[in-house]
């Protein structure tokens, strides 16, 4: 069956220090991946999303991903973290491009950021 | 503006009760998704919906059931078959179906369901 792994349940970093969000995704077929935020007892906002050509992604909060295709990853990083980007993370993937809302989501990743 | 509800915020389920989640969007999108969260498992997909009158499963829709008579649409009902109801669902929609390409999903803000 086809899988998200996020490697890190929770990440603690200290305020404007960088940071990486890992994911890797099961299948080396087409893929179409994502990585949401979740504030607390909300929904999730896309952050950004890899749908093919250049393999580095800019999102929003100044958040980028790189997709790897070799490694069958697709991490999360940001050069320096804000309090406010406290939340958890969610990589997905969707192998359908007619489906973008039938995803496979990670476990997801708690990001506690300190002063 | 444009956007998914889910109503209520917060539910609270007696045993062998069903009970409705309601989720509505004015997105024009086609399709609509549940998803069930539960803590360190991610969102489990539970039905999807890819036009009015059609639904299909998806990996957790034992106890539960859905509609879809209108587009705007997609309730989903926990009946009292769902053993482990107590959890976070997620109502999602993406779209419009003819596009080559409706890869994004939009969320609703969510329905906390507690068993009492």
């Known amino acids: 069956a086809q899988s998200v792994t996020q490697l890190d349940s929770q990440v603690p970093v200290f305020e404007e220090a960088p940071v990486e969000l890992r994911c890797n995704y099961s299948s080396s077929v087409s893929v179409y991946l994502f990585w949401y935020v979740q504030y607390p007892n909300q929904g999730l906002q896309l952050l950004l999303k890899y749908l093919s050509g250049s393999t580095l992604v800019k999102g929003i909060n100044g958040f980028e991903a790189e997709f790897n295709k070799s490694q069958t990853s697709f991490h999360l990083r940001k050069p320096s973290v804000h309090i406010s980007d406290t939340a958890e993370y969610f990589c997905a993937v969707t192998y359908n491009p007619h489906q973008g809302g039938k995803l496979i989501f990670g476990q997801g990743t708690e990001l506690s950021v300190k002063p | ?116």
């Open chain 2, 1 to 116: 503006d444009g956007g998914i509800t889910q109503s209520p915020k917060y539910l609270f389920r007696k045993e062998g009760q069903n009970v409705t989640l309601s989720c509505e969007q004015n997105l024009n999108h086609d399709a609509m998704y549940w998803y069930r969260q539960d803590p360190g498992q991610g969102l489990r997909l539970i039905y999807y919906s890819q036009i009015v009158n059609d639904f299909q499963k998806g990996d957790i829709a034992e106890g539960y059931s859905v509609s879809r008579e209108k587009k705007e649409s997609f309730p989903l009902t926990v009946t009292s078959a769902q053993k482990n109801p107590t959890a976070f669902y997620l109502c999602a929609s993406s779209g419009p179906t003819g596009e080559a390409l409706n890869t994004e999903a939009f969320f609703g803000q969510g329905t906390r369901l507690t068993v009492v």
